[in-house]
């Protein structure tokens, strides 16, 4: 697998809690989106991790285009 899926056209709005971790799925396969439920196994794929330093929203990346990952930095438009 050469490319990322593109698994939505927006970016997903998520509560993250300060001091948490969190996977990103970098692959665009997992049920679980945005977060990685291990379905990039022999894609050369990694999940991304993301530290929560402050509790609030965050918009993790849909279209697995984003120059700024795991964050949304507009790429989908």
């Known amino acids: 697998m050469d ?6 056209d927006t970016p ?14 970098a692959c665009g396969l997992s049920d ?10 022999d894609t050369g794929f990694s999940p991304l991790r993301y530290d929560a330093d402050k509790a609030g929203k965050v918009f993790f990346c849909g279209c697995k285009a984003t120059g700024n990952q795991p964050l949304c930095d507009g790429s989908h438009k």
Do not use: I, L, M
């Not at 997903?12 to 990103?24: C, L, N, R």
């Not at 945005?34 to 379905?39: A, E, L, Q, V, Y």
């Open 32 to 41: 679980s989106q945005p977060f990685c439920d291990g379905s990039h196994k």
């Open 3 to 8: 490319t990322a899926k593109r698994a939505s």
């Open 12 to 25: 997903y709005p998520v509560e993250v809690e300060a001091g948490k971790t969190y996977f990103w799925c």
